[in-house]
Each structure stands twice: as C-alpha cells, then as structure tokens.
C-alpha cells in the first residue's frame, strides 16, 4: 500500500514553522523584510517604547515624513532597536543602534541636541553627574560581543551634546567555585 502525500498533514508544521519565524523577528527587528507595513511590524514586534519623527534632518527624501518607532531593552537590556518607516509607513530600515562602530558617525558634539540622543538611542539607563564636567552624562548599557559596556554622552546644562566615550561595565567577579 502506498502513502499519498495529503498537504493538509504539513499544516500543523507549516504553523509552528510561521510562529518561530514571527517569534524570531520579534527578537531580531533587523531581519524583518523591508518594505514591510506599518501594521505587520507592530504586529510582530509589539508597540514601541518610542516613536519620533525623522526625515527633516538628513535622512533623505525617501524619508521626509518617515517616523521611528523605537524599541529600548534599556536600563537592565542592553539594546536599542530603531525601526524607521517612510512617509507611506513601510518599513525602510531596522537596526541595534548601540553599536560601536556608529558612535563616531553618528554622535555629533556640538551639533546634536538631547533631542537627537533620544531620536537615536532612547531615554538612558541612567544619568550621572561629575566633578569635572558642568552638565549631565547619559549612559547606556550595551554590549560588545560577550563583553558588556557603557556608552556615555555628555550633554551641558543648554541640553547640547559635548561628547561621548565608551567604556566597560563594571561586573562582579564570579563566584568561587564549591571546594
């Protein structure tokens, strides 16, 4: 007796297999397609922790009207994905913003203003303050590979940025292992 294919016996895998994949998406915003409707990156990634207006200021024509919608794992994550959309609200790019080779490209002292360090990074996982700089130091949590870092961004009392540097977070030594 021979087996005939029945296609409706694939079904139940063809399911699972589209939930992993929308489940993948959700925690990697740079694979979706571009293109992409406004609804369907919602629908797959949830709403955003932010959304602003982008376009006006260097983005291109392409992108005169767009809109950002943010996704901030910040203060205990160590992720910012921006999602950028067009005028007619598909999706044009998706990328982690926290990464370290875009920060001397992106970050512009004594051009940007807070405004634009929350357009490209979101709200900080926290803000400091020291003896030697008269204005506040925004830092974000980040991560180089498997090492963890910190990026901060120093912005004065006018709310313009003056600068930005990285370093390492400071982590607890592990455990001794049990004798």
């Not at 063809?14 to 979706?32: D, F, M, R, Y």
């Not at 392409?62 to 809109?67: D, E, P, Y």
């Not at 001397?104 to 003896?131: C, M, N, S």
């Amino acid at each position: 007796m021979t087996s005939a294919w029945r296609p409706w016996r694939a079904l139940p895998a063809l399911v699972v297999a589209w939930t992993l994949a929308l489940a993948g998406c959700a925690s990697q915003p740079e694979k979706l397609p571009p293109g992409m409707p406004r609804a369907e990156v919602l629908q797959a990634l949830g709403q955003p922790t932010a959304i602003y207006p982008i376009g006006d200021d260097g983005g291109g024509p392409a992108m005169k009207g767009g809109q950002r919608l943010q996704y901030s794992m910040q203060p205990a994550g160590q992720r910012v994905y921006n999602v950028d959309l067009d005028a007619s609200g598909r999706l044009v790019r998706a990328e982690q913003a926290l990464n370290e080779g875009l920060f001397p490209k992106r970050i512009l002292p004594d051009r940007w203003t807070q405004e634009d360090v929350l357009r490209e990074y979101g709200r900080p996982a926290r803000i400091e303050a020291v003896h030697n700089f008269n204005g506040r130091i925004w830092v974000w949590r980040y991560a180089d590979g498997p090492i963890w870092r910190l990026l901060f961004i120093d912005i004065d009392p006018q709310g313009i940025v003056r600068g930005h540097s990285v370093g390492d977070e400071p982590m607890p030594d592990p455990p001794d292992p049990p004798r």
